[in-house]
């Protein structure tokens, strides 16, 4: 069963945007809540949307300036960041995933749309598929899910 309380955590924290910027195309979503030292996002964000700042162990904090290049996603370790799209279609959010698995999926395959605690949620589709030769050798997949399961959404299962 997903964790409501949870997901409420995630968006008072500093890296979660504010509802308004999610509705206004794809952004990153920064899901860290570890003090750890880590600070990748912040030094190749091209707009300055991510501050760590000092000591290196804060939370990253989230500006709404996000321009939703992906790059941040595809340098944490922690695989701790998401781009969400609520803007994706009128009843449809894309979410990207940085996608570490083989073989991959291909554009058009069903899936099922996973929680953070690995259980089912919603059915959905993949639709773009980036290798990670343009993305600092990560792949990211990025799925379509009815609008209001976007906030619980974080990975996938091929459907049967």
Excluded: H, Q
């Excluded at 945007?17 to 030094?43: D, F, H, Q, Y």
């Excluded at 979410?95 to 395959?109: A, Q, T, V």
């Excluded at 605690?117 to 379509?144: A, H, L, P, Q, Y």
């Amino acid at each position: 069963m997903f964790d409501n309380k949870y997901l409420e955590k995630l968006k008072k924290s500093p890296g979660y945007p504010s509802e308004e910027r999610l509705e206004k195309g794809t952004v990153a979503v920064i899901e860290c809540l570890e003090e750890i030292p880590c600070n990748p996002c912040e030094t190749v964000c091209p707009k300055k949307s991510i501050k760590v700042g000092k000591p290196i162990t804060n939370l990253p904090e989230f500006n709404d300036i996000c321009s939703g290049c992906g790059k941040c996603m595809v340098v944490c370790p922690g695989l701790a960041i998401f781009m969400v799209d609520k803007s994706f279609s009128g009843i449809e959010a894309a979410i990207s995933i940085p996608y570490e698995l083989l073989p991959l999926p291909g554009k058009g395959d069903k899936i099922v749309a996973l929680n953070r605690n690995g259980g089912d949620v919603c059915k959905g589709r993949v639709e773009r598929v980036k290798t990670g030769k343009s993305f600092n050798k990560t792949n990211i997949i990025t799925i379509s899910v009815p609008k209001k399961f976007s906030d619980e959404v974080r990975f996938f299962k091929l459907a049967k």
